[in-house]
């Protein structure tokens, strides 16, 4: 069983719609963890942290399940410029390496 | 100015040739990265150095060497290359060798092994 993973997606979207996303994760040791966003043939770049308490940055609302090890993501009032593969990201604790997931593939169309 | 930058963008070679990938960044952080991005999109941790020290060396083959002559810059040395070794690589930073530190990575190295 793979440490991150997240259902590839693509989800497809109309403007203004809202889409989730989760993200699952195997060892229970976890201690940190982030979504990153990769656009077509870019670097990932880091879009939010994600809080056990859960939080917001704008229109994204990020989760964190413990009980069931996973993490979530939702876009509210998608936009164009959403369009982007979302990264799950876990590091574990006394452990430095990030774990990246596969990615999730968000398509926003007009 | 661009915070942490790659060269070559794109590196196409044949098998078994030797080849560098350069990686620099002016964020003064302490703590580089490499990472492999295959086809399916996998991203992996390759190494990671503090303070020009190696602290992650993950299961890759001795074929590929870093080298961080100050913390400002970490190279990646590949020799004899094979075709699995076509993949995007990405060089990161982050300020220091902390888990809730941010990543920043470079714009990517896309080789093509022929």
């Known amino acids: 069983r793979k440490e991150v993973e997240q259902d590839p997606g693509p989800f497809n979207v109309p403007e203004g719609a809202t889409v989730a996303f989760n993200c699952t994760y195997s060892?229970?040791?976890?201690?940190?963890f982030f979504w990153y966003r990769q656009d077509c043939r870019k670097e990932p770049k880091l879009l939010m942290s994600?809080?056990?308490s859960g939080n917001e940055d704008g229109r994204f609302t990020a989760q964190l399940n413990r009980a069931s090890q996973y993490i979530s993501l939702l876009i509210r009032d998608s936009k164009l410029s959403d369009s982007a593969t979302y990264l799950c990201?876990?590091?574990?604790?006394?452990?430095?390496?990030?774990?990246f997931g596969a990615g999730t593939t968000v398509t926003v169309r007009a | 100015d661009t915070a942490v930058s790659q060269t070559p963008k794109y590196l196409v070679t044949q098998m078994g040739n030797d080849k560098s990938i350069k990686c620099e960044q002016n964020l003064g952080h302490d703590t580089m990265y490499w990472y492999k991005q295959d086809s399916k999109k996998f991203l992996k941790i390759m190494f990671s150095y503090n303070n020009k020290e190696l602290i992650i060396n993950e299961t890759v083959p001795n074929r590929f060497s870093p080298k961080s002559p100050d913390k400002a810059h970490l190279n990646l040395h590949i020799n004899s290359l094979e075709l699995g070794d076509s993949a995007v690589y990405f060089c990161a930073s982050s300020p220091r060798q902390k888990r809730t530190d941010t990543q920043y990575f470079g714009p990517g190295t896309r080789l093509t092994v022929l």
């Open positions: 060892n229970s040791a976890s201690q940190s």
């Open positions: 990201v876990v590091i574990y604790i006394n452990d430095y390496k990030l774990s």
């Open positions: 994600v809080y056990s």
